[in-house]
Structures are given as C-alpha cells and as structure tokens.
C-alpha cells in the first residue's frame, strides 16, 4: 500500500514547489525574470546542491524511489490526466469558444484537409518505390480519409 504511495510525492513535491516559486516570483516581479527560466535555475541549483550534499546511495535512493523514471505510463496518465482536465476547463471561456465556433471549424477542416495533402504528396513517392503501390491505391486511400472527415 505505501509502496504505491509513492507515486503521489513526486507531482506533491512538484506542486508544493511550484507554489513557492510563484509567490516567489510574485515578489521578485521587479526583476522581470520569466516564470521558466525560474523554475529552471531553482531545479539546476537544487539538484546541483543536492548531488553536492548528500551520499551517493542516497541520491541513488531518491532516484529510483521518488521520480517517475520507474513508473509505468498508465500510471502517469492516471496521476496527470484529471489534473490537466479541470486545469482546462477551470481557464476556458466557453463564451468565446460557442461565438467562435464555425471559425475553428473551419480552421480546423482546413488545417486537416492541408495535412492530409501535405501527407499524401511526401508518402505517396516512398510507398511507390518501397512497396510498389499504384497511384489509384493511393488515391483511393486518400479518398477515403477525407470521407471520414
């Protein structure tokens, strides 16, 4: 049981720091450094400090213990997943999104019908050499993905 535990201090730890360094940088706003390069000089001197200070068997320890190199992706997913999810539909504004509904419609369609062409015209000269298909395999491949659309 505490085993599986585990696999919650990595994303605690994660948000706990997370926090800090944003009422961190709340604080230090007038040195207008960019929330990134934040968190990456607050990771790179932890973990230089960390590696400095502490025994080797020990930091062997927390690595394959506490971060998520071991840990299967379903896993991951299920940890991560609802967090993404309400994180999204906390910052959404539906409003904009139903006004602007047939434009992302359209820009999605477009987008979609462009990739495809795009993905038809690279392919279509490997699947000739390499498997020796026909043109009408192709095209009817190709007829069939917008059909589906």
Not at 65 to 78: A, D, F, L, R
Not at 82 to 93: C, D, G, R, T
Not at 121 to 129: G, K, S, V
Not at 134 to 143: D, E, L, Q, S
Request: glycine share 4%; charged share 10%.
């Amino acid at each position: 049981m505490l085993k599986s535990l585990q696999v919650f201090v990595f994303p605690f730890l994660a948000l706990v720091t997370g926090l800090v360094l944003d009422a961190t940088n709340c604080r230090i706003r007038f040195l207008r450094i960019p929330d990134t390069i934040l968190i990456f000089l607050f990771a790179l001197g932890t973990s230089f400090i960390l590696h400095l200070f502490f025994p080797q068997n020990l930091m062997t320890h927390i690595d394959e213990t506490y971060t998520w190199k071991t840990v299967e992706p379903g896993i991951v997913v299920g940890v991560l997943l609802p967090l993404l999810i309400f994180e999204s539909a906390v910052k959404s504004n539906s409003h904009l999104f139903f006004q602007k509904q047939w434009l992302l419609f359209a820009l999605t369609a477009t987008v979609y019908l462009l990739t495809l062409i795009l993905y038809t015209a690279l392919m279509l000269p490997f699947l000739r050499i390499i498997d020796n298909w026909n043109i009408f395999t192709v095209g009817m491949i190709f007829t069939e993905m917008i059909c589906r659309f």
